[in-house]
């Protein structure tokens, strides 16, 4: 079930007149913030996040928001507690300066319904930094819907970013038969790079009947590896960069790489402020970064398939409908550009503020 719609569906039975129209209503003010503010000459896109447990998402989000080349449809949380994912997305857009984008709760459980061994999710990391946010999530469609309603609004346009499980796209694409022909594409943090492709990576291996959905839908795919990003992660000097920008969402950022830190996994109790962490990765930066520098990611056309555990297939073929990124990037090559899209996204946040 789509874990955005249960408080819609519970009292389905007993509607009053006048509730349908609300909801539609509804849908299309959701719908029109994140549309208002898009320009012809931006990547429109939806980037659909599992966003609170590592932090790669939150990093991902904020390059997102500094990077002038893309126009944010809207936001998309996936696996698990879909509510605290979708407060946290919700957070960093209002201190970044972008409160009018749409955040939207999707499925909270695989395809199949039932959990793969050692993907069950744990508490978020990071629900700590929402803790004091009592606010009523929007109202609107859950994710599979929003993302068939944006597709519909702009054929040909709207291109889906997952750094999560690809349980939502997935559930839009089975729901509206004809969206594959109407997505100018989806791109997914998923797999590795050749020849560690064989080992499943967590986002196809938590729903791999979801990823299979993809390759078979004919949509235009492109599989960005997790091993894609090098060694181009942020230590402690690109933190103490963000630390003096005293800005709200490069503030709220480093309070979810401390959270990160100290909660995930088994933890690590001693980690208290930023000046104790020593770095973290970036990898969902790059199912971005292929829009920007796919040269450097050498993307091949091909087709790829996925097996039932979430091992993925690649197979050059110049008819392929599917991309798949087969070299990783050089060391340090891309940490100053993220920094750079990091202090804008930080610094659009002051001027909206």
Not at 69 to 74: P, V
Not at 321 to 348: C, F, K
Request: charge should be neutral; charged fraction near 20%.
């Amino acid at each position: 079930m789509v874990g955005g719609q249960t408080g819609r569906h519970r009292d389905a039975g007993t509607q009053r007149p006048g509730d349908r129209e609300r909801r539609s209503n509804d849908r299309a003010a959701v719908l029109a913030r994140g549309w208002k503010r898009v320009g012809a000459d931006k990547t429109r896109l939806i980037l659909d996040t599992d966003i609170g447990d590592d932090i790669d998402d939150a990093i991902a989000l904020l390059f997102a928001l500094g990077s002038p080349e893309f126009g944010m449809l809207g936001v998309t949380t996936v696996y698990g507690d879909v509510q605290t994912r979708t407060r946290i997305a919700r957070r960093m857009l209002q201190l970044g300066g972008r409160p009018d984008i749409p955040v939207i709760a999707g499925c909270e459980r695989p395809l199949g319904f039932d959990y793969h061994e050692g993907t069950a999710p744990q508490e978020c990391s990071q629900r700590e930094a929402v803790a004091d946010d009592c606010t009523p999530l929007p109202a609107g469609p859950a994710a599979p819907q929003f993302i068939i309603d944006c597709v519909r609004r702009h054929p040909g346009q709207v291109h889906i970013v997952t750094i999560g499980a690809m349980t939502n796209i997935a559930v839009a694409l089975c729901t509206d038969v004809s969206l594959a022909g109407l997505i100018a594409g989806v791109t997914s943090l998923a797999g590795y790079l050749p020849p560690r492709h064989s080992q499943p990576e967590w986002n196809v291996r938590y729903d791999p009947a979801a990823a299979q959905t993809i390759a078979r839908s004919g949509v235009p795919w492109t599989v960005i590896g997790a091993d894609v990003q090098g060694r181009n992660g942020l230590a402690r000097g690109e933190f103490q960069a963000l630390a003096a920008s005293s800005s709200p969402a490069a503030r709220f950022l480093l309070e979810l790489v401390v959270l990160m830190w100290r909660n995930k996994g088994t933890g690590h109790p001693n980690i208290r402020t930023i000046n104790d962490v020593p770095g973290v990765h970036v990898a969902d930066v790059f199912a971005l970064a292929s829009f920007l520098i796919p040269d450097q990611m050498d993307l091949r056309t091909g087709r790829v398939r996925v097996a039932d555990d979430g091992a993925i297939e690649f197979a050059a073929d110049p008819a392929g409908p599917h991309r798949y990124a087969t070299r990783s990037m050089r060391e340090n090559a891309y940490r100053p550009e993220i920094l750079r899209r990091l202090l804008a996204a930080a610094r659009q946040g002051f001027v909206h503020g």
